[in-house]
């Protein structure tokens, strides 16, 4: 086991040697585990058997998201996000963002304690910082929203234009919200700019509030069939 994963079960859990354990490489596979030696700095495990875990949604879900100036809404978010499901993450930098760096490392490891809390097998990707304009020269095919707050441009319901088991990326701004050229390049690259409804919400909650209305359209889906 890694030495931090390590330390944690021996000298948190208190487990010893002969305990069964259950692990996950992060990469959509779960494996029952005995222990074979008790070191917190370098456990061992026996393998006992191993099953794939493949994620519940559906679809590949892409979040890009202005990082927030506060570090711990951050962190919440990131939290949250893993444990809704999503399948990577971007930190992208835009005209009017706050955080010009990102914490990948910390937020790693957020991530990584959020998908052994929710009982995942598979962890997100991370990406470092990336240039708004080269995110979106890059982005792939599916669907594809940009949350935009300025009342002057004709925006629709994410909730009713959100398509069920459909690759998605959702784009979200920073505090300043994007630029008028950002979004007129947004828009260049086949996003479609989208509400969350009537309330005005943070960076963080927008986020949350897109991705769990895709998990929400795929679930309504499959009560229909």
Sequence with gaps: MPEDEAGHCIRVLRHKVG????CTDGKG??????????NPRHTELEILSRESVPTHWGCRITLAVSPTKNSDRMEWMLEKAVEI???RIVPVKCAHSERKKANVERWRKVMVS????????TLPEICDMTDLNIFLSECGTGQKFVGYCDDS???????CECS???????????EGDFSADEIDEALRSGFKAVTFGESRLRTETAALFALQ???IVNQMDACNR
């Design 19 to 22: 305990d069964e354990i259950v």
């Design 29 to 38: 596979h779960r494996y029952a585990c005995r222990i074979a030696d008790a």
């Design 85 to 87: 499901g999503v399948d």
């Design 114 to 121: 959020a998908m052994k809390q929710s009982l995942k097998a």
């Design 153 to 159: 441009m004709k925006r629709l319901s994410m909730v």
């Design 164 to 174: 069920p088991q459909t690759d998605t990326t959702i784009l979200i701004g920073p």
């Design 213 to 215: 209305t895709v998990h």
